[in-house]
């Protein structure tokens, strides 16, 4: 019998997490690069699409972001005209952020990039899922 080692490369969960995320981040460039977003602007978008006017705390908790690296992602966008943010007048402290009409149009155009990724996984669609629900349940695990 061979003897465990903790800290082989191969034993590692963290390992195949952080390659596979760095990889499918790779695939989503060219997909994304004609919407001029980054992944991370992109799943930023996804939130808004779904939850429009919320504030930018309420925003990072759904993505998993600090203030620091949301703020900047967040002023990028409002360049590109897809968002604004603006101080809630209840809360001077909360800023929420709301899609723009030109923001709004972007869905229509990123709607086929899910359908283009699934095809990139070598993946049954049942397996897909479960891989999801195995992800959001580590995820839960930090929280």
Known sequence: MEDYDPLALENQLCFP???????LTRQYKP?????????????????????????VGELGAKLYLDSATLTPL?????NHGYVQRERSKEDERAVIVTL??????????????PFCMAGCLKLAPEEALELKRLLTKVLQSFA
């Open 74 to 78: 967040l002023k990028r966008l409002e």
């Open 100 to 113: 723009t009409d030109e923001g709004r149009d972007l869905r229509k155009r990123a709607v086929d990039v």
């Open 17 to 23: 997490l952080y390659a596979a995320s760095k990889e």
């Open 31 to 55: 997909l994304l690069g004609p919407l001029g977003l980054t992944y991370t602007q992109y799943v930023a978008m996804m939130a808004l699409w779904e939850h429009d006017g919320i504030t």
